[in-house]
């Protein structure tokens, strides 16, 4: 009964969400935002902390399972496909911490623990911070450790994606609300063309994905579905094997 009840409550969340989405879609458009940034020439796949802390059950930072073994590991295995296909870079992104001893006189948590439970994810366990088996790295793509929201901040992300020719990310990952969201602003402020992979993305809170997504739409990056960005990631092929 309780799961009838959590299901009603959610699809109402989902029709309020709708239609608060509709009236500031009508605003936005009136007021210039909703603009396409579009695919460049060459995109990256950036996948932020689908490590087993946040994919499989039993740790604080866990998200929604559901929708993660039913859309969002099925989803990037797409992805992945389509990028080691076409040879397009990938960067599997996780997060840990050394000191995890909130009393230490010296920590790499910095005050982040003061908010949430990074203690959780301690570098000793690498089971923990281990990017989940369903999509696991592959020989050629780089798995990249931050500390903080961001897989920008601090970290040498922008200088590999530019050396390599990079112009665009399409990241994917959890949460919605907090790295990928950081990662995509990041990206953008950084000069990357952002895409986020819809199907991709999830969340620990009902509501969160869908608000931050339209948020990010507005805003930030173009939201589209894993089948159109692999139809663009296709085509970009297509354009440069005519070119050669």
């Keep these: 009964m309780s799961n009838n009840k959590t299901d009603l409550d959610l699809k109402e969340l989902d029709k309020l969400l709708e239609q608060a989405f509709e009236a500031a879609s009508n605003l936005y458009k009136e007021r210039g935002f909703?603009?396409?940034?579009g695919f460049g020439k060459?995109?990256?796949?950036?996948?932020?902390?689908?490590?087993?802390?946040?994919?499989?059950?039993?740790?604080?930072?866990?998200?929604?399972?559901?929708?993660?073994?039913?859309?969002?590991?099925?989803?990037?295995?797409?992805?992945?496909k389509c990028f080691r296909a076409q040879n397009f870079p990938v960067v599997h992104v996780t997060t840990a911490?050394?000191?995890?001893?909130?009393?230490?006189?010296?920590?790499?948590?910095?005050?982040?623990?003061?908010?949430?439970?990074?203690?959780?994810?301690?570098?000793?366990?690498?089971?923990?911070w281990a990017i989940d088996s369903r999509i696991a790295p592959i020989d050629g793509e780089y798995t990249l450790l931050k500390k903080r929201a961001s897989a920008f901040h601090g970290t040498e992300l922008?200088?590999?994606l530019?050396?390599?020719?990079?112009?665009?990310?399409?990241?994917?990952?959890?949460?919605?609300?907090?790295?990928?969201?950081?990662?995509i602003c990041d990206g953008l402020a950084e000069g990357f063309r952002t895409i986020?992979?819809?199907?991709?993305?999830?969340?620990?809170?009902?509501?969160?994905?869908?608000?931050?997504?339209?948020?990010?739409?507005?805003?930030?990056?173009?939201?589209l579905s894993t089948s159109d960005c692999i139809s663009a990631i296709d085509m970009l092929k297509n354009d440069t094997t005519a070119e050669q």
């Design 34 to 37: 909703q603009r396409r940034i």
């Design 42 to 80: 060459k995109p990256a796949l950036v996948s932020v902390d689908l490590a087993n802390a946040w994919t499989r059950p039993g740790n604080p930072f866990t998200c929604d399972q559901q929708k993660m073994d039913e859309e969002i590991m099925p989803a990037m295995q797409q992805l992945l």
């Design 97 to 128: 911490y050394e000191v995890t001893n909130r009393g230490a006189d010296f920590t790499d948590m910095g005050l982040w623990h003061c908010k949430i439970p990074v203690e959780a994810v301690n570098l000793k366990d690498k089971e923990l």
């Design 158 to 160: 922008a200088g590999i």
């Design 162 to 183: 530019r050396s390599n020719g990079v112009d665009t990310i399409v990241v994917t990952g959890v949460t919605a609300c907090a790295c990928v969201r950081e990662t």
């Design 196 to 223: 986020a992979a819809k199907e991709a993305i999830g969340d620990r809170v009902p509501g969160a994905v869908a608000w931050n997504l339209f948020d990010i739409d507005a805003k930030f990056a173009d939201v």
